[in-house]
């Protein structure tokens, strides 16, 4: 960004021969006759010289001009977020727009690395321009996310029948752990029921989440184990 022109002059004295200007660094400053126009952020030496004549020597002025970077405007936004595994950025805006900034996630000195776990992350975001300056801090929040159980319903068993397996998933992925509301009636090992006297029983499918996601609400299921019959029985006694 260009600023205003500011004019410098200088005179030799008991010489009429012009003075010139020159600059250290045109990126900082640059100059055109005695006109100066600042071009960036930065240093510059501004130098004045009078090359002299047959009566008088030439003479030489130095000056060192310091121009400040401009102050920026960092905003930040999208600092709440849900888990779904994919990283979060922070949304970073700028005044001047479109600014080259730096963002760190973390506890100091932080990392360039974009948080996708879920937790609580310090955001320091700063301009990274030649000309302008600037800063933003903030917390990113990434919260669990939320799953559910699905388990179907048992079918009816008979208290003669083999142990069998129950089938049930998490939407996150995540193993299901099932229990019995009575091992006297139906035992649960992993996923294998094995029965062990007639009656009514739930069984209960949960899933207690994680670092990144909430525990499901268990389901609960109604199996009912139904005695040997009157044939099984008669059997079993001859």
Request: hydrophobic residues 40%.
């Amino acid at each position: 960004t260009s600023l205003p022109s500011a004019n410098k002059s200088a005179s030799a004295r008991h010489n009429s021969s012009s003075v010139t200007f020159t600059s250290s660094d045109p990126s900082v400053a640059s100059i055109s006759g005695n006109t100066l126009t600042i071009t960036g952020a930065g240093s510059a030496d501004i130098i004045a010289k009078q090359p002299g004549n047959d009566t008088f020597g030439g003479a030489e002025k130095k000056a060192t001009m310091t121009v400040a970077k401009a102050v920026a405007t960092v905003t930040l936004s999208g600092l709440s977020a849900i888990y779904d595994g994919n990283p979060k950025p922070a949304t970073v805006v700028t005044s001047p727009g479109s600014l080259k900034v730096a963002s760190l996630y973390g506890a100091a000195p932080g990392s360039t690395a974009v948080p996708s776990a879920a937790g609580s992350y310090p955001v320091s975001v700063s301009v990274d321009e030649r000309n302008y300056s600037g800063s933003a801090t903030g917390t990113l929040l990434i919260s669990k996310a939320p799953q559910s159980v699905t388990f179907a319903g048992v079918a009816v068993k008979s208290v003669s029948d083999a142990p069998f397996a129950l089938a049930g998933s998490a939407s996150s992925g995540l193993a299901v752990a099932f229990s019995s509301s009575n091992p006297l009636i139906a035992s649960v090992a992993g996923n294998v029921v094995t029965l062990r006297a007639a009656g009514s029983v739930s069984i209960t499918a949960s899933q207690p989440g994680n670092e990144n996601f909430n525990a499901a609400d268990a389901v609960s299921r109604t199996l009912v184990v139904e005695p040997l019959d009157r044939k099984s029985t008669r059997l079993n006694s001859s």
